[in-house]
């Protein structure tokens, strides 16, 4: 069965302070998303990760992808309460249909003073 | 904004029901996704469209179906509705069956009384 599985689900954490979001999937993939939900609204992409080793920034937010390891990241520097929503990761396995989207049951992030 | 358009935003109705949602995708996008977000189930792949066509089929239930039409527009119909349909219905887009990032609307609530 496939699966994507992320850690932590919860996340509090105070302005200034780092931390990483971790997304693991368990079967070979060609494709990975990062997304970001804030109440009540949609799912506005955040990064598209397409090759092993690859790493993309904006801002105080870094993904990066390891498709060895089945395990992709999300870097959280000096976070500031802006950064507060629910950020989902989403896998494309390769040999299920194209376009298809595996999403993980999301990190809701809260960022305090 | 996505350049996804939803519609209605929130519907309210009773089991048994049926109901359609639509969905205008971005202009030039040719692909089509329908997804259920709800607290248990977290965000759950229903069914994909291209071009008219249907591309996959995830956890869509026999009583739900869609379609798209030659204007690239899609609609979502739940029939029989019970209390355990109440969700936030997104749909999403994309140009093709690549890797680009889906683009999602911003949902329509159904709640079932």
């Known amino acids: 069965e496939l699966k994507v599985e992320q850690n932590p689900l919860f996340l509090s954490m105070q302005e200034g302070k780092n931390y990483t979001i971790y997304c693991n999937y368990s079967?070979?993939?060609?494709?990975l998303y990062w997304y970001r939900q804030d109440p009540g609204k949609s799912l506005e992409s955040l990064f598209v990760?397409?090759?092993?080793?690859a790493v993309k920034q904006e801002g105080r937010l870094m993904a990066s992808l390891d498709t060895k390891a089945r395990l992709s990241t999300l870097h959280i520097t000096a976070a500031v309460h802006d950064l507060s929503a629910t950020y989902f990761c989403?896998?494309?396995?390769?040999?299920?249909?194209?376009?298809?989207?595996?999403f993980g049951r999301g990190t809701q992030l809260t960022v305090w003073p | 904004d996505s350049g996804v358009t939803q519609t209605p935003k929130h519907l309210i109705t009773a089991t048994g029901q049926r109901v359609t949602l639509r969905c205008s995708p971005r202009?030039?996008?040719?692909?089509v996704y329908w997804y259920q977000q709800s607290l248990d189930q977290g965000l759950q792949f229903l069914i994909q469209?291209?071009?008219?066509?249907?591309?996959a089929k995830g956890n869509i239930l026999e009583r739900f179906s869609a379609q798209q039409f030659p204007d690239l527009h899609s609609e979502l119909n739940l029939s029989s509705l019970e209390l355990g349909d109440s969700a936030l219905y997104f749909c999403?887009?994309?140009?093709?069956?690549?890797?680009?990032?889906?683009?999602f609307g911003d949902g329509t609530r159904l709640s079932i009384l």
């Open positions: 999403a887009s994309t140009p093709g069956v690549g890797n680009q990032p889906q683009h």
């Open positions: 079967t070979t993939s060609d494709r």
């Open positions: 990760l397409l090759s092993n080793g």
């Open positions: 989403a896998v494309g396995f390769r040999g299920s249909t194209l376009g298809r989207l595996y």
């Open positions: 202009s030039g996008d040719l692909s």
């Open positions: 469209y291209y071009n008219g066509e249907e591309r």
